[in-house]
């Protein structure tokens, strides 16, 4: 069964730090991009980052970019987020997802999706 499993959201204060991990299971990520969402309350979900496989390009939002990095590690199927200088602004559940070989935009683009880890970033 194929299945993508965020983990390590939590609460931090603005300025803070944080590292989200997602794990593919039933599939191997050689052959995936992997893009990672977020969903504030009473907003559309929206591209943060994305990870190419084969070269590993990177894409970041403008809103990001700078205090996100984006990695994967193929041999333990796993993607990560490495969130530095966190805002409030960056309160959201995030979502990873995965798509073949090269990262979207679009989010109708990604076939598997994770269930989400809610990041709050609060003093």
């Known amino acids: 069964q194929v299945q993508l499993v965020e983990s390590g959201g939590g609460l931090v204060q603005p300025g803070g730090s944080l590292r989200l991990s997602c794990a593919a299971f039933?599939?191997?990520?050689?052959?995936?991009?992997i893009g990672w969402f977020r969903q504030a309350p009473g907003k559309e979900r929206e591209g943060v980052s994305c990870?190419?496989?084969?070269?590993?390009?990177?894409y970041y939002a403008d809103s990001v970019k700078g205090r996100f990095t984006i990695s994967r590690d193929n041999a333990k199927k796993t993607v990560y987020l490495q969130m530095n200088s966190l805002k409030p602004e960056d309160t959201a559940v995030y979502y990873c997802?995965?798509?073949?070989?090269?990262?979207?935009?679009?989010?109708?683009?990604?076939?598997?999706w994770g269930q989400g880890a809610q990041v709050t970033v609060s003093s």
């Open positions: 997802a995965a798509k073949g070989y090269y990262c979207s935009g679009r989010r109708d683009d990604f076939n598997y």
């Open positions: 039933g599939f191997t990520l050689d052959y995936y991009a």
């Open positions: 990870i190419s496989t084969s070269d590993g390009t990177t």
